[in-house]
């Protein structure tokens, strides 16, 4: 029978709620950077919300970008971007939302797809129209709204009103400082990374509620202790846990991230980075909003007190 | 926690080697498990569009274009309702949203009224098929009677478009000789096509972009000399298929005219003079009569042949064909006569189509995504299994083993189920492995807690699953919650993504409350251990 290494060492007492108020500034300042990056330089919207056509080829015999930008740019089918898109005879070609509706983008795919020429192999081709673009983005926002929601409702049910609230403020955090990043890093936003997002706010949320349980827990056991050392209690005893389940994810999110190709590669950043997020924020968020709105046992220990 | 009766573990084990066996054909090659005896039935996984390449297209019907033809129709059943009834009329036309009829006599218009009420016909809706409205308002202005199309006549008429276009597409589709296509409605107004392993994605729009309706038409005996000019009585303006600058006068008159509608067979063919490709088509005994009647009557004269409101060709009937069968010539490529014989043969849309949304994918980058989709899943799974052995030593063993059968059942799962693996849904098997971890890592550091509090093995490791319970449930609940909500919203890749994801939650949970359980309970009354080695 051989042990494993102890990654997080037995009674290790970190005063994480003593951190948490650097950990708040921190938090704060990251959330309002982001929203003003999201509000001054919007997201790379790919072409699932804004509509356009996406066109990846893969060229041979030395045929450049500047090559293709040639064949392309007399078709007077708007701002046409080329890209490098993993490898250098990679290229991605994106087109704008053609006007005249529907009918209008088809023709302008087969103007380029021809103009192409037959030299260059086309491996991707993706077309949404303005209508169905206008529906998913709806969607999008329906869903990751409507999640948020539910995981309050949920925890609502299965603990106090001040775990809800802590719950959905992490989440929050995790999403708005996700979606800064994006914008900074200019990564295509599309449908993908909503399913990303969603399942940073299961993740985050998974890590959250395995914290709050363990709160509930020494609520119930340790009745006289101080609701910050309680706090910090817990944290410490499920560190060895949020660690290992944390580093396991992202050991196979670095694997998908480095060997899964281009396609996903905006997915897996998405997520590594949310997992990143949403494990800080499981510790420095919704624990310490517990302490700011104040435990259900400080309420009632106050009333029994005021009781003579 | 701890004991587990004889046929609650054969069942445990039951599932996991189900979950092996389901998962088999994934890995063993196709020639060797179809040989197998009780098995070969059991199918692999079916990859996406993204993996195995081919073409993903939204149709959509295009409602101003079935509102036009609605209108002509009615137009016409309005005309010759007031002529049986012999009630003069002016003005008889479209509106915007309808069509209104002028009576001359004011005298006439009651009678009018109850001569046109009837065409409005009633439009069931709901479950029980009870009608609720007509398809459309009837209203009287004055003189002029007024049609006005409801919203519920425009989606029954929708809906019958729709399950007709069904029927055509799959026709037109199966023509491209294609594996497995599938065809669905989706929505109130739209068509899903999804084509696997197509090479040509521009050809099935081109085989779907055309409504594909035929018309012999006699030629006007004037034709436009400047631009601009308006075409005389009963004669109507149609561009050339090839040049829509240059234009055609072709009588509109019923008459002058015969439908492809009465088409049985189309077949591209060769012409035997010029030897270039054309297309020969074959009437039915209705057709037959009036093409042979219309031919006989105007020899000598153009005939134009139009296709979508195009004209294909415009030849001289040098003779009366009254054998029912002809050909159309009209400069074609091979694949071009062979396109438009399949259109004819499958019938004209009912209205025309618009691709709203298109996602192809060419077989290489298919076949680039499986690779370094599986590639990374097997770093990431040795990396993941190292890393529980590093953190658990033999308990990571005994986690690692756990993993493989989540692992295996969760891909049985998937099989069994027809699920279509993608390459988000590779994603999510692969998160779901560094997720699955969790249960087991909440288990064992509960029960190393309880053991360093100082309880015996047994009574530690039956307390440290006990807790663990609650805490795994809630956990994996929430994010079921949200992988619920990404299945709801989802669609194609996205939703392979979820479905992975949320039976993972579901596996997850099985083996590390069954197996994992099971397999330390062995350990604990074989060995007797003295120490729990956490």
Known sequence: ?308 | MLNFSRWKTLSILFAVLLGIIFSLPNVVSREVWSRLPLVSQLQPLVLGLDLQGGSHVLLEVDRTDLQNQLSRQFIGDIRQALREQRIAYSGLGRTANGVSVRISNPADVDRAMDALRPLSQPVSIGLFGEAASNEFNVRRDGNVIVFELTKAGLESKIGRAIQQSLEIIGKRVNALGTTEPTIQRQGVDRILIQVPGLQDPDRLKALLGQTAKLQFRLVCDSQPQAEGERPPLECEEVPDQDNAQQVMWVQTSSRATVDGEDLTDAQPTFDSRSNEPVVSFRFNQKGALRFGKLTQENVGRPFAIVLDNKVVSAPVINEPILGGTGQISGRFTTQEANDLAIVLRSGALPAKLTVVEERTVGPSLGSDSIRAGVFATIIGTIGVVLFMIIGYGFFGLIADLALFANLAMLVGLLSLLGATLTLPGIAGLLLTLGMAVDSNVLVFERIREEWRSGRSPVSAIETGFRAALATIVDANVTTFVAVAVLFGMGSGPVRGFAVTLGLGVITTVFTAFTLTRLIIAWWLWSYRPKEVPL
């Open chain 1, 1 to 308: 029978m051989f042990q494993g290494i102890r990654f997080v060492p037995d009674d290790t007492k970190i005063p994480f709620m003593r951190y948490s108020r650097f950990g708040f500034f921190l938090s704060a300042f990251l959330c309002v950077s982001a929203l003003l990056v999201f509000l001054i330089d919007g997201l790379n919207y790919g072409i699932d919300f804004k509509g356009g056509t996406l066109i990846e080829v893969r060229t041979h015999g030395g045929i450049t970008i500047g090559d293709l930008r040639g064949r392309i740019s007399g078709l007077e089918l708007g701002e046409a971007e080329l890209q490098e898109f993993g490898a250098p005879d990679n290229i991605l070609i994106r087109l704008e939302t053609q006007p005249g509706g529907d009918a209008a983008q088809t023709a302008a795919v087969s103007k380029a797809t021809q103009a192409l020429g037959k030299d260059v192999e086309i491996r991707r081709v993706e077309l949404v129209g303005p209508k169905v673009s206008a529906e998913l983005t709806q969607e999008g926002t329906i869903a990751v709204v409507l999640a948020i929601i539910m995981v309050l409702i949920y925890i609502w049910f299965r603990f106090e009103w001040q775990f809800g609230l802590g719950a959905v403020a992490s989440l929050l955090h995790d999403v708005i400082i996700t979606i800064g990043v994006l914008s900074i890093l200019r990564i295509e936003f599309n449908l993908n990374i909503i399913a990303a997002i969603l399942t940073i706010i299961g993740y985050s949320l998974n890590d959250t509620v395995v914290i709050y349980d363990r709160i509930r827990e020494y609520l119930r056991k340790f009745k006289k202790m101080r609701y910050v050392d309680l706090i910090d209690g817990a944290l410490n005893s499920t560190l060895a846990r949020t660690v290992i389940t944390g580093t396991s994810t992202l050991i196979a999110l670095l694997a998908l991230y480095v060997f899964g190709g281009e396609v996903i590669r905006g997915f897996t950043f998405t997520m590594i980075f949310g997992i990143l997020i949403g494990t800080y924020s499981s510790v420095f968020v919704a624990a310490p909003v517990l302490i700011i709105l104040g435990s259900v046992r400080e309420t009632k220990a106050e009333a029994q007190k005021a009781r003579p």
